[in-house]
């Protein structure tokens, strides 16, 4: 679960933390639908470079430091397309397409991974 506690809600209920270079290449490639939120969790603060190569769905994106305070957010983002973040983050949080707005999400907020 990752809760937004500056807006109280909730961004979505229910994610895995990947670690794994490998597995981050892959991401939600191949996918119908997205099941539960993909974070991906850096070592250092990186600059984003996605791409929604093979990707048949929208997504929303969101980028945090490493104390969850959120960065950039990216919502709708287009199947077969590229998004370069303008900040480097230390996590990288791929959600269902309408999370960010459900859950008011904009730069500044305070999430946290339950």
């Given at each position: 679960m990752?809760?937004?506690r500056s807006k109280k809600t909730l961004l979505c209920e229910k994610h895995t933390?990947?670690?794994d270079i490998l597995?981050?290449?892959i991401g939600l490639?191949?996918?119908r639908?997205?099941?539960e939120a993909l974070v991906f969790r850096f070592r250092h603060p990186t600059r984003a470079c996605l791409h929604m190569m093979f990707v048949f769905m929208p997504i929303d994106i969101v980028l945090t430091d490493e104390q969850g305070t959120?960065?950039?957010v990216k919502e709708n983002f287009r199947p077969f397309t590229i998004y370069n973040s303008s900040m480097k983050c230390r996590n990288i949080i791929e959600a269902k397409?309408?999370?960010v707005k459900e859950s008011r999400t904009t730069p500044g907020d305070k999430l946290e991974f339950v």
């Open positions: 990752i809760k937004n933390i990947i670690e597995v981050m290449s490639m191949f996918q639908q997205v099941s959120v960065l950039e397409a309408g999370a």
